[in-house]
């Protein structure tokens, strides 16, 4: 909660920070990497600085935060908080980060505001800032004690088995640790990081969903091969589908991230679109386990039936379930798919039974369009999960 002093403060000047928030996290990467130059080559994604999606997620994280704490001063955004440790834990982030992190974001709030930063001031958002980061702090000690590992310590060495192509533009690769034990039991819904070694020397980490089922010996990701067009080519994809083989070694976390199903029998909405299929696939493989006669409603969207990844495995899991069904929609539909609809998902004609808790993975407008129209239909904003791999930039409806 944030302090009778502090309030007033951060009220007063949350428009100002607010409107220079942009360039402050722009000069605060700019002086963290000046500092420590192999953050940027071996913690963060050079794609999305390039981007300034970094700049823009942190940019929200920080205003959001500031936000809440005014709006709901009697609650803690819990929401935010989660995805972001769960995040910082995939990456092996440690405490001792968030004091580095904190002088160059100050100096950086200094250069950009000038003499409107007063001790006053300085005070407040202090304050802010160590809210945030003391409750990120603990929660992330939580997941490493969870996971049975040390501080940041969340890596391992995995082989490849096996790798198949799923479509054009998506490989699965199955893993197993390399003392031969099983790979471990997570959270259906969770991912991993792998950290890959590029040509320059540079070591950069992505997440990939667990598309497995929790209980399996070996784990498998599914990777979409980021190409270039409007944006960059991505680097770490690239790198997996041109060189990964069965036998090589990758580098990998402990399994982390908070979309996972709930311990009831309430029914679901699995809403996914392209290899956001991911997350849902180790739901429904853990509900096929499960064999509860659970109401599951499964929507995916994709370009084309080619492009589907994992198509026959997500039918067959949804017909092993007893109270199942499958909802299909593709931007460019082929015959031999008779069940599928053209277009854009419409939930408008599903039938959403009472107590539905909703989850969603996909590009972000397919998300945010998706989440308004289960709005639009009643259900609360506190059923409709998602996940977002790289910054997250919708931080707003918690």
């Known amino acids: 909660m944030l302090s009778e002093q502090s309030t007033p403060v951060i009220r007063a000047?949350?428009?100002?920070?607010?409107?220079?928030?942009?360039?402050?996290?722009?000069?605060?990467?700019a002086k963290l990497f000046e500092d420590r130059p192999e953050l940027l080559r071996h913690v963060f994604n050079r794609g999305n600085q390039a981007s300034g999606e970094q700049q823009k997620a942190l940019a929200g994280s920080i205003?959001?935060?500031?936000?809440?704490?005014?709006?709901?001063?009697?609650?803690?955004?819990?929401?935010?908080?989660?995805?972001?440790?769960?995040?910082?834990?995939?990456?092996?982030i440690t405490s001792d980060q968030y004091k580095l992190v904190h002088r160059h974001l100050f100096a950086a709030i200094g250069d950009v505001l000038g003499d409107a930063v007063t001790e006053e001031v300085v005070a407040a958002w202090d304050e802010v800032y160590w809210l945030m980061a003391n409750a990120l702090i603990a929660a992330e000690?939580?997941?490493?004690?969870?996971?049975?590992?040390?501080?940041?310590?969340?890596?391992?060495?995995?082989?490849?088995v096996e790798r198949h192509e799923e479509t054009p533009d998506a490989a699965s690769f199955v893993l197993r640790r390399t003392d031969g034990a099983p790979a471990g039991s997570f959270r259906p819904g969770?991912?991993?990081?792998?950290?890959?070694?590029?040509?320059?020397?540079?070591?950069?980490?992505?997440?990939?969903?667990?598309s497995c089922a929790p209980t399996d010996h070996r784990w498998r990701i599914t990777?979409?091969?980021?190409?270039?067009?409007?944006?960059?080519?991505?680097?770490?994809?690239?790198?997996?589908?041109?060189?990964?083989?069965?036998?090589?070694?990758?580098?990998?976390?402990?399994?982390?991230?908070?979309?996972?199903?709930?311990?009831?029998?309430?029914p679901l909405l699995l809403v996914s679109a392209g290899v956001g299929v991911t997350p849902m696939l180790s739901m429904l493989h853990h509900l096929a386990v499960q064999e509860r006669a659970r109401r599951v409603i499964v929507v995916h969207a994709d370009r084309a039936p080619v492009d589907h990844a994992h198509r026959d495995e997500q039918r067959r899991l949804v017909r092993e379930l007893p109270d199942a069904r499958l909802h299909l929609w593709y931007d460019e539909p082929r015959?031999?798919?008779?069940?599928?609809?053209?277009?854009?998902?419409?939930?408008?004609?599903?039938?959403?039974?009472?107590?539905?808790?909703?989850?969603?993975?996909?590009?972000l407008p397919f998300m945010r369009a998706v989440r308004g129209d289960l709005l639009r239909r009643g259900l609360p904003a506190q059923a409709i999960h998602y996940e977002v791999f790289g910054p997250d930039l919708w931080l707003g409806g918690e």
């Open 63 to 92: 205003a959001a935060f500031a936000g809440m704490l005014l709006d709901h001063p009697e609650t803690r955004p819990d929401s935010l908080l989660s995805r972001v440790s769960h995040k910082h834990a995939s990456l092996g």
């Open 13 to 29: 000047t949350l428009p100002l920070v607010g409107a220079a928030i942009g360039e402050i996290t722009r000069l605060f990467y």
């Open 141 to 160: 000690a939580r997941l490493y004690q969870d996971a049975g590992v040390p501080e940041g310590e969340v890596w391992q060495r995995m082989e490849i």
């Open 190 to 210: 969770q991912y991993v990081s792998v950290r890959v070694e590029l040509p320059d020397g540079a070591i950069q980490i992505r997440q990939y969903s667990l």
């Open 335 to 363: 015959a031999g798919v008779p069940d599928a609809s053209p277009g854009r998902v419409d939930v408008s004609g599903l039938r959403l039974p009472e107590g539905l808790t909703a989850y969603l993975c996909g590009p």
């Open 223 to 266: 990777v979409k091969r980021v190409r270039g067009g409007a944006g960059p080519e991505g680097e770490v994809s690239a790198r997996l589908h041109e060189h990964a083989r069965a036998g090589d070694l990758l580098t990998v976390s402990a399994p982390f991230g908070d979309l996972v199903l709930p311990e009831d029998d309430g």
